[in-house]
């Protein structure tokens, strides 16, 4: 690949990226345990209980999509990277193409198992032939999703990095961001960042030269491979697993420690997986920089480089806005919390939800024909004239709407689907929201609104956004739930 | 249309009896129904039973009514069980009024029974709140005191009323309680107490929510033609209104009434040929302190925004103009999910008969009880008369 590249090359059209709104600081660790083991991390991002690597995906696809004047529906080809994918067997894409909308004929893959596997991602959908006219789906679109949120023992520096992320990249012919020059490179070094199968939990055998020598022999190989000089490059955004070990690569990448500076997220994020790289480079075109180089590493070894020249769109959110103690973020995490309990009664089943889908992933509503009232699930008679129509005109509700009425479930009071939850975040919000139309009326839905109890009452503005809401028989259930956009009146 | 009267009615004590079974239970009640016909009942007058049960526990889901009856000695009869959450017995005397009233039947035995507190703490969370809106409501995470308490945040929002009206309401249902010795939580309580309760769905604390209990309640339903031979004094159903309502509080016009409540007490008030002004007391649905405040309105005890200032006015208490729950309601008296349409009738009954003792309604004429269903799916409402010295 040379740095002179036809106008129709694919390349970065936006980027999006989202942090959860919850962080924990080095000292709560240090208060904890005596003592924190993630080096030049002073805070960093916690999911909350009712996210994971593909909600938080779907909210950075979403500004992405946002920040490009893009829809779902131009979707060709979705890929989605994460190293902590909800579930280890099981397509994840067709849920993340059914809450952006894309068409059922776009091409999806998932990668994993490497925090590089964001980079691989990308490359997958530069190479994606043919682009420009006739491109995929004619003129179709190329989303890159990468999110993680990767966890170790409790104890480990792995967990002590640990954080949370997702950034997204729309991919397109005739990009402002453009992929100036890419190089990946392999070198065989096991053993110093993996997880067993069947864990959840990452471990390494911390042997710090040799991890060192892995990290900077597979970095500097992919810099060496690259024709553009990453020495002019506003700032490298460098794999972080702690906040110590990419400025060690600034030789192999031939780029000094400022310009590294000015690409990091770990310092306030922690160790985001395959997002590392990604949230550098979001953060570091959202501060101004016009030429990025992005620097992706993954045990094994093997690296990607890829040099962006911008500016590129961003739509980013990463400032927290909840600090946790360490016993919550213990909460949050599961590591002390029973799990859902044993019992029967009310039961919706795995198909009885999957036919809701439209509804709990898009707010697919139906307008009936005889009245033009909006019903929410459509189905059966209409709330509003009684009529049974043969039919209800499918109609995507934008997912902006008012509390109508609204409580807080106190602790110990959540229905047993919902117990888990409570137990990691405490109490919760439960409301009734009235929906708008897109061509006017609304329609009233129950919905958990997130965010604190204060924050939210009668008359709050809130807006959808897909969070899990419970998990049964090993099937996790995602849903919509509402977020607050406005201060109560 | 044939007349249907209450010749005999009766209940358990309300309130966690680790030592009985559904089945024992029922026939406790069914027991004390027949004991209190004036005239006395042989068992075998009666024609045919309808049972109010949600069946918590999962105990006996089909044919509980069968299962109850053949406990109780009652063999052979038509024996059925009706579902409709919390109001299952209130339906369960309806249906009782009516195969009276067609002719079918000449005595019908209607009651409930629940057993509700001897679930592990697990199996209770998934049993408590199986009558809300499955699929979408409960899946919010929404309790049964969460659909009320969004009730009372959208009430709160539009109207005067505040928590400390809900807390009157407790202070009041404790106080007609302890002096009844069926009651579950047949203890005083001071505003201060019910004020300051532990939140459980904000804006309501405990003591605006009902216990979870054991308990029946039979009630014994006669026509016209047979009614002389049991009672020279019955009580009269001198009116019953029944309706439903969507079952989803999200799919309704408005969160600040229920408007099956409103539907079934105005054909009950239309049948009785009675306005709310001629009630003399009432005993309505509290599950939630926030459910009498509304069933003040939608029974007409006052205009709609005003129920607080009724509370206030004191009117609803024992020495009231139309004192409310006298028994306790389901606060104090307890919430046997399907025996609690049934024991209000039977608390009716006593008071019209004068048999009330120290929580006695003076010159109870007029007695309406109300029974709701969930957060309002179904509400049903009789309407009690005295006939004296016929």
């Known amino acids: 690949m040379t740095a002179e590249q036809s106008a129709s090359e694919p390349g970065i059209d936006a980027v999006g990226a989202y942090t959860p709104r919850l962080r924990i ?129 409790p104890d480990s520096g792995v967990e002590h990095a640990a954080g949370a992320g ?109 997002a590392s790289a990604f949230l550098g480079a979001a953060s570091a075109f959202d501060d101004g920089a016009e030429r990025v180089l992005l620097a992706a590493y993954g045990s094994g070894a093997g690296a990607n480089a890829v040099v962006i020249d911008g500016p590129v769109p961003v739509d980013a959110a990463l400032t927290g806005e909840e600090r946790l103690s360490y016993a919550e973020y213990l909460r949050r995490r599961g590591e002390i919390t029973g799990g859902e309990p044993a019992g029967g009664g009310a039961y919706v089943s795995v198909p009885s939800w999957q036919r809701t889908t439209p509804q ?59 117990v888990e939850q409570q137990s990691r975040s405490g109490p919760f919000l439960s409301a009734v929201v009235a929906l708008e139309g897109p061509d006017g009326g609304e329609v009233s839905v129950p919905t958990q609104v997130l965010g604190d109890a204060d924050a939210v009452g009668i008359g709050t503005r809130v807006a959808a956004t897909i969070r899990r809401i419970y998990d049964q028989e090993g099937v996790i259930r995602y849903g919509f739930k509402m977020r607050p956009v406005e201060r109560r009146r | 249309m044939r007349d249907a009267y209450i010749i005999g009615a009766g209940q358990t004590e309300f309130g966690a009896m680790p030592g009985e079974s559904y089945r024992s239970l029922f026939t406790e009640a069914v027991d004390h129904a027949i004991d209190s016909v004036p005239a006395g009942i042989d068992a075998d007058a009666v024609d045919e039973a309808v049972v109010g049960s949600l069946g918590v526990g999962g105990r006996q889901i089909g044919l509980s009514g069968p299962a109850v009856t053949e406990h109780a000695g009652l063999d052979g009869i038509p024996s059925t069980r009706v579902e409709n959450a919390c109001a299952a017995s209130g339906y369960a005397v309806r249906q009782a009024v009516q195969a009276v009233r067609s002719g079918m039947a000449d005595v019908v035995l209607a009651g409930g029974v629940e057993v509700m507190t001897d679930l592990s703490g697990d199996t209770a969370k998934y049993w408590l709140g199986v009558s809300g809106e499955t699929e979408w409501e409960r899946l919010t995470g929404t309790t049964f005191a969460g659909v009320y308490a969004q009730m009372a945040s959208a009430y709160f929002d539009r109207y005067d009323a505040t928590p400390e009206h809900l807390s009157k309401i407790a202070v009041k249902n404790h106080g007609n309680g302890a002096k009844n010795p069926n009651a579950h939580l047949g203890f005083e309580c001071s505003l201060e107490d019910a004020t300051s309760a532990p939140a459980v769905a904000d804006p309501l604390n405990l003591y605006h929510c009902c216990p979870t209990s054991d308990g029946a309640a039979a009630v014994l339903v006669a026509s016209e033609d047979a009614v002389e031979e049991y009672t020279d004094d019955p009580v009269r159903v001198a009116g019953v209104g029944a309706a439903s309502e969507r079952v989803g509080l999200f799919q309704r016009d408005t969160y600040t009434r229920i408007d099956s409540s409103m539907e079934a007490a105005a054909t009950a008030y239309e049948r009785a040929g009675i306005e709310p002004d001629d009630v003399d007391f009432a005993e309505v649905h509290d599950c939630f302190a926030i459910a009498e405040l509304l069933a003040y309105e939608d029974l007409g005890f006052c205009e709609r925004g005003q129920a607080h200032e009724l509370v206030e006015s004191g009117a609803t208490e024992l020495g009231g103009e139309l004192p409310v729950n006298a028994s306790g309601g389901l606060k104090s008296k307890g919430h046997p999910i399907g025996a609690t349409g049934a024991g209000q009738i039977a608390e009716a009954y006593k008071q019209l008969r004068g048999e009330a003792g120290d929580r006695q309604v003076a010159d109870a004429e007029i007695g309406l009880t109300h029974n709701v269903g969930g957060s309002g799916g179904a509400a049903v409402v009789h309407v009690l008369e005295r006939e004296v010295a016929r």
């Open chain 1, 166 to 274: 997702a950034a997204a990249l729309v991919v397109d012919a005739d990009a402002p961001g453009e992929v100036v020059d890419r190089a990946s490179h392999v070198a065989s070094y096991p053993g110093t960042r993996f997880r067993e199968a069947g864990d959840d939990e990452t471990s390494g055998l911390g042997i710090t030269q040799y991890d060192r020598e892995a990290f900077t022999t597979a970095l500097g190989g992919a810099a060496d491979g690259l024709d553009a000089d990453p020495s002019g490059v506003d700032a490298a955004a460098v794999q972080s697993p702690d906040g110590k070990l990419p400025y060690r690569a600034a030789g192999a990448l031939g780029v000094d420690t400022e310009t590294i500076a000015a690409g990091e997220t770990v310092s306030h994020l922690g160790d985001t997986g395959a």
């Open chain 1, 360 to 418: 709990r992933h898009r707010l697919v509503a139906g307008r009936c024909p005889d009245c033009g009232a909006l019903n929410f699930p459509p189905g059966g008679a209409c709330r509003d004239c009684g009529g049974r129509p043969e039919s209800y005109e499918q109609v995507e509700l934008p997912g902006q709407g008012t509390v109508e009425a609204v409580t807080t479930i106190a602790q110990g009071g959540a229905p047993p689907e919902f």
């Open chain 1, 25 to 153: 600081d080095a000292e709560a660790f240090e208060e904890a345990w005596g003592r924190f083991d993630a080096a030049g991390v002073e805070e960093k991002a916690v999911p909350e209980a009712d996210e994971d690597a593909l909600t938080m995906g779907i909210a950075a696809a979403e500004r992405a999509l946002d920040a490009a004047g893009r829809e779902g529906d131009e979707i060709a080809h979705l890929a989605f990277a994460t190293t902590t994918p909800p579930m280890a067997e099981e397509d994840l894409t067709p849920r993340i193409a059914s809450t952006l909308g894309a068409p059922e004929d776009a091409a999806t893959r998932t990668l994993t198992g490497s925090t590089r596997a964001g980079a691989q991602a990308l490359a997958g959908a530069l190479d994606a032939v043919p682009w420009g006219d006739g491109g995929p789906a004619d003129g179709g679109i190329g989303l890159v999703v990468v999110a993680d949120c990767p966890r170790g023992e």
